[in-house]
């Protein structure tokens, strides 16, 4: 085991890095193999067995599913791997971005069979949106239906990345014995029960096949990058290290993706995928400097020891032992007993203790320097998103974004005695995890939970009954759903009149309201825009201002059922001021007032939020799962045979998969399966909603 750990701590040989992928498809099984093959575990941890390291949590163990985000360090030729084990359920896809937002690359993984899942192009698009490179590793090769070209190929197709396959499986599925690589067309074979590879020539057998793939290989490369293009056009053939060069480049700009293949759970693959990982993907010194706002302009810090103190908390979790917040330090050095600065809550705290993670196991260290990932304890008002940073110079980093939630659950303790105690245990998750939303219904007093789906609001209720022995009622599952305009008014007038002693109260406007139109993702984000066309200075600027905060004021409750208003454009087309009376808080009460009224003079649309579901079932099941498919009103958009299962793809809304995971197994003998990512909303029948 190649785990040279001297100068781990210079940034050229620090690797931040998540593992990526749709649920199943051996996540957490590659980061134990990466454990295990790193020294850093001495026994293969499995998640059917319950024994992995970064799937700790009970939940996790009994579900079988990674839940929460879970830091491990490890060291791998000379190098420093800091890894973020990801869960690849969509209710957690919070968890992801978050993790994401402090990451310098990922692997992405695939099942060999089922190739690129729904849930596996949602997190790519998250990296995308991040700009974190990534290399492939196609795991599952020892399965039935097993083939590394269709998976490729779904990932040419779905991702549009230049997939750049740099290996040749020997042997196929359950004869899957190793690889050819083809950079230094060189054959690894993994005996049975042996714990490394045996490098050696490419079999006979292969050999053809490893040249043919290895000149497709080249000139893939050489038609992405133009130095690679020009040894090309020279030689007519690329060397191992050009090719090496020209990969590392291309992985790092996005322009192409690795993709290397192996079997997780039989140990076969983990090191070349290791070795891939310092090759191809950056260390912090690799990616554009960390930038932010200070005093409001915008500045730059450096990946470097020796510079102002900055960094990121991109989780929070309470632990018997303590609050731990999870950094990812970006510029400066921190050390245990220093003070620093919360950018965001603008307080000064001291750090008690520094922790290198590994999973539920820590080990105390002096300081963490830039490019780190590690825990803090002593921190009590950061938060994820917080910037923490040096005192003496401040520092505002983009926090991670936060998805509004789509289900709502009532929770309410189930002895009055533990009511303040519910509430405390509620305000903790909801500080842990963003994408948890804790409110109070104004009309029937009930605390609502409202969170990603049902499975996330299961989890947040399992962890209070479990962490702190409380007994809680929970109500149905409700989904959260929006208003937007169907059509609009033009030249909606709107008077704001108060006078009852004093200075009284004045502001005129004209609105016209219209739909915006938008994508369906889109619909239930926050789709409004305001435009002003007053023309003389008959509604001056800061008034214009104040108008707009007051139709966002609006925007909270909508006239067919309060619920949140989408997607309209709203234009202040003319209006008049007093020269007394009218004032900021005139205009903005005139601004929230005249969008209510004009929005019930407006033809509204209630939207629900809705899914793409793919159901993997037996063929004989087919029929009576598109029946019921049909009858929770969902739209069939594909069906595909695929290793003697068949995959039905349908857009339903989300109201109605509540129980369907019950309905599924019971309609399949057990055999079916289901996965679901979010949409975005569409128009709901009147006679779906409840208010």
Known sequence: MRTNITNLNTLAVVRNLGILAHVDAGKTTVTERILYATGTTHKRGEVHDGTTVTDFDSQERDRGITIFAAAVSCAWDGHRINLIDTPGHVDFADEVERSLRVLDGAVAVFDAVAGVEPQSESVWRQADRHGVPRIAFVNKLDRAGADLDTAVESIRERLHPAPLVVQLPIGTEDGFRGVVDLVRMQALVWADGAEEAVEGPVPEDLLDEAQRRRRLLEEAVAELHAGALEEFCERSALSPESLVAALRELTRSGEGVVVLCGSAYRNRGVEPLLDAVLAYLPSPLDVPAVRGLRDGADEERPADPSAPFAALAFKVSATPTGRLTYLRVYSGTIEKGGMVFDAVARRTERVGRILRVQADRHAHIDRAVAG?????????????????????????????????????VAVEARRSTDTDRLAGALARLA????????????????????????????????????????????????????ETVGRGVSGFVFRHVKQDGGAGQF????????????????????????????????????????VEAGCRDALAEGPLGGHPVTGLRVTLTDGSTHVKDSSDTAFRTAGRLGLRDALRACAMVVLEPVVEVTVTVPEEAVGSVLGDLAARRGRVTGSVTRAGAAVVTAT????????????????TQGRGTFTARPTGYAPAPVAAVSH
């Open 372 to 408: 780190d990932i590690v825990a803090v304890v002593g921190l009590k008002s950061a938060r994820p998103g917080s910037t923490l940073c040096a005192p003496d110079a401040p520092l505002v980093l983009e926090p991670p974004s936060v998805a509004d939630p789509v289900v709502s």
């Open 431 to 482: 500080e842990e995890d963003p994408s948890l939303v804790v409110r109070t219904d104004a009309e029937t007093g009930q605390t609502v939970l409202s969170g990603m789906g049902e499975l996330h609001l299961e989890v947040a209720v399992e962890k209070i009954r479990r962490d702190l022995g409380l007994d809680v009622n929970v109500g149905r599952p409700r989904v959260s759903y929006r």
């Open 507 to 546: 502001a005129h406007v004209v609105l016209d309201v219209e739909p915006l139109t938008v994508t369906g993702a889109e619909q239930g984000s926050n789709g409004f825009e305001f435009h002003s066309t007053v023309v003389g200075g008959r509604v001056p600027q800061e008034y214009v201002r104040a």
């Open 652 to 667: 339903v809304p989300l109201a109605e998969l509540f129980g369907y995971a019950t309905r599924l197994r019971s309609r």
